[in-house]
């Protein structure tokens, strides 16, 4: 069993920078692949960034050079995603999830969501 909780969203300007955490804790030494999606009003969820844990990245078209994601672990099996995004838009506001793969169908485990929402 692993839970995962987000945090970091809120409101931005575009153009502005923002960085989401999610804490994993439980059975984290079997978690190969951490990333985020995320979901806008009306569509559907979308990959944003996955990191293996030999920290193997892959990002969404829309984000690439614009957002990172990285990872930390600590002895007690504690583990934690980040998801730094840079030169925000407004087609970035959604619902940031975070979990343990890149298909959603195969996805086990979700954070709760933490909402990101880019405006004046």
């Known amino acids: 069993q692993v839970h995962f909780v987000a945090s970091g969203g809120g409101l931005v300007q575009p153009g502005g920078t923002l960085t989401l955490s999610c804490a994993a804790s439980?059975?984290?030494?079997?978690?190969?692949?951490m990333s985020w999606f995320r979901r806008a009003s009306g569509k559907h969820y979308e990959l944003v960034a996955a990191?293996?844990?030999?920290?193997?990245?892959?990002?969404?078209d829309s984000v690439k050079g614009r957002i990172n994601i990285s990872r930390s672990s600590t002895k007690d099996l504690k583990a934690t995603v980040y998801l730094q995004m840079n030169s925000l838009e407004a087609e970035d506001t959604a619902v940031y999830y975070c979990?343990?793969?890149?298909?959603?169908?195969?996805?086990?485990?979700w954070g709760q969501g933490t909402q990101v929402t880019v405006g004046p």
């Open positions: 439980g059975s984290t030494f079997n978690i190969a692949t």
């Open positions: 979990t343990d793969g890149v298909d959603r169908d195969d996805c086990e485990y």
């Open positions: 990191i293996t844990s030999g920290g193997q990245t892959n990002y969404a």
